[in-house]
């Protein structure tokens, strides 16, 4: 079975530092698929970044970068320059190959002015 | 191009009755879902379909059922419902052209409560 686990429930970060979501999952497959996804209030769920297994590269999207661990089943998401508009949950997720998702249970960060 | 539409965005419910829920995507995505969004309990998978004709249990079924009407639309069925399924709904897809076949596309969600 795929398990992700998210360790932090709240995180709280001042504007413009920087913050680091952790992540962790467990899995017996060697292709899939990572994703970080930002749920603010509105509750849309937002694709924040995404990582192939397959890829040593970490992924980075303007402000936000991983740190891939693919031994050590590690995931993490940081945030530089936090703005406002970052306070939401955020989901960590995990897709193998048969398109199948399991999500963590989320880590809700407020950025404080 | 709306993406992932759903219908309706709220609803209240009386226990024993009976529900369902659409979802639309106008993506080409072959791929469909459905979750349940629980306070601290994150994002659980109830039922998904990998392509047209086909659908699969997800983590939590028990109580409700799926269609996948065509590859556009997968509806969620509530046949008599429990206090306990009170969540907010999300429909989902991937693949297909347009977008990264490995990325997910949400609804808006659907708040659902049954008294």
């Known amino acids: 079975a795929q398990t992700v686990t998210q360790s932090q429930p709240e995180m709280s970060v001042q504007e413009a530092e920087t913050v680091t979501l952790s992540c962790t999952y467990d899995?017996?497959?060697?292709?899939?698929?990572l994703f970080w996804y930002k749920q603010p209030p509105s509750r849309q769920m937002i694709l924040v970044i995404r990582?192939?297994?397959?890829?040593?590269q970490n992924a980075t999207e303007n402000r936000f970068s991983v740190n891939f661990q693919k031994a050590a089943k590690s995931f993490s998401l940081k945030i530089s320059d936090s703005q406002l508009g970052d306070t939401a949950m955020y989901f960590c997720?995990?897709?193998?190959?048969?398109?199948?998702?399991?999500f963590g249970t989320g880590t809700s960060l407020t950025v404080i002015p | 191009n709306a993406g992932v539409t759903q219908t309706p965005k709220f609803q209240v419910l009386k226990t024993g009755q009976s529900m369902t829920l659409q979802c639309a995507q106008d993506?080409?995505?072959?791929?469909m879902y459905w979750y349940r969004q629980d306070p601290g309990m994150g994002l659980r998978l109830i039922y998904y379909?990998?392509?047209?004709?086909?659908?699969d249990k997800g983590e939590v079924p028990n109580g409700y059922n799926v269609s996948r009407l065509n590859k556009r639309e997968f509806s969620l069925r509530l046949e008599s419902a429990a206090p306990s399924q009170t969540s907010v709904y999300f429909c989902?897809?991937?693949?297909?052209?347009?977008?990264?076949?490995?990325?997910?596309?949400f609804g808006p969600g659907t708040r659902l409560t049954v008294l």
């Open positions: 990582q192939e297994a397959y890829k040593q």
């Open positions: 993506m080409n995505h072959n791929s």
């Open positions: 379909s990998a392509s047209e004709g086909t659908t």
């Open positions: 899995t017996s497959e060697n292709n899939y698929y």
């Open positions: 997720a995990f897709m193998k190959r048969s398109n199948q998702f399991y």
């Open positions: 989902a897809s991937t693949g297909g052209a347009g977008g990264p076949r490995d990325t997910q596309y």
